[in-house]
T-cell receptor
Framework: NAGVTQTPKFQVLKTGQSMTLQCAQD?????MYWYRQDPGMGLRLIYY???????DKGEVPNGYNVSRLNKREFSLRLESAAPSQTSVYFC??????????FGPGTRLTVL | GENVEQHPSTLSVQEGDSAVIKCTYS??????FPWYKQELGKRPQLIID?????GEKKDQRIAVTLNKTAKHFSLHITETQPEDSAVYFC???????????FGPGTSLSVIP
């Protein structure tokens, strides 16, 4: 099993450009999450999907949209990137009542 | 919504000493409290978790305690080793299906 995979690993954008971060899991997990990690700020929840077909806002949803494409895939879209969105983005998934499994992360720089 | 605070933000200990990290949470309905370890450049990984019906849980050198009345929980690492050096995050959620809110992290350095 690959676990949780994310693409791309690195990305540089110019202000105003758009992009989609992809996340997939092969563990048959119900819930999936997107976090951003900034120095000294910990992991802040952007959006989550408790089950296929549902999505909910987290702590810092502004400037982002998500799509739970199917049970395996949960994508994060930046419609108009801003320098404040420079961060490391982690996707995570969980089955039931237990740990979250994290992907390797995407390092995004917005110039 | 839930707010999780964590102290200290940095912690240095001598190898073999104990390390304690403390967290507080705001939502009295939270009942699941995991701890994650993140080594430099890697993804966070669960090291231990505790639920509201348990006051303490141990796993070898790691233990977690929970005080629901005071809304705080702590991570205890005994006999620290250099490989324990990492950033540790506490978190809280109402259920493990619900959103999980993380604390800001503690950078632990174990000095050989």
């Amino acid at each position: 099993n690959a676990g949780v995979t994310q693409t791309p690993k690195f990305q540089v954008l110019k202000t105003g450009q758009s992009m989609t971060l992809q996340c997939a899991q092969d563990m048959n997990h119900n819930s999936m999450y997107w976090y951003r990690q900034d120095p000294g700020m910990g992991l802040r929840l952007i959006y989550y999907s408790a089950s296929e077909g549902t999505t909910d806002k987290g702590e810092v949803p502004n400037g982002y949209n998500v799509s739970r494409l199917n049970k395996r895939e949960f994508s994060l879209r930046l419609e108009s990137a801003a320098p404040s969105q420079t961060s490391v983005y982690f996707c995570a998934s969980t089955l039931a009542a237990n740990e979250q499994f994290f992907g390797p992360g995407t390092r995004l720089t917005v110039l | 919504g839930e707010n999780v605070e964590q102290h200290p933000s940095t912690l240095s200990v001598q190898e073999g000493d104990s390390a304690v990290i403390k967290c507080t949470y705001s939502d009295s309905a939270s009942n699941y409290f995991p701890w994650y370890k993140q080594e430099l450049g890697k993804r966070p990984q669960l090291i231990i978790d505790i639920r509201s019906n348990v006051g303490e849980k141990k796993d070898q050198r790691i233990a977690v305690t929970l005080n629901k009345t005071a809304k705080h929980f702590s991570l205890h690492i005994t006999e620290t080793q250099p490989e324990d050096s990492a950033v540790y995050f506490c978190a809280a959620s109402r259920t493990s299906y619900d959103k999980v809110i993380f604390g800001p992290g503690t950078s632990l350095s174990v000095i050989p």
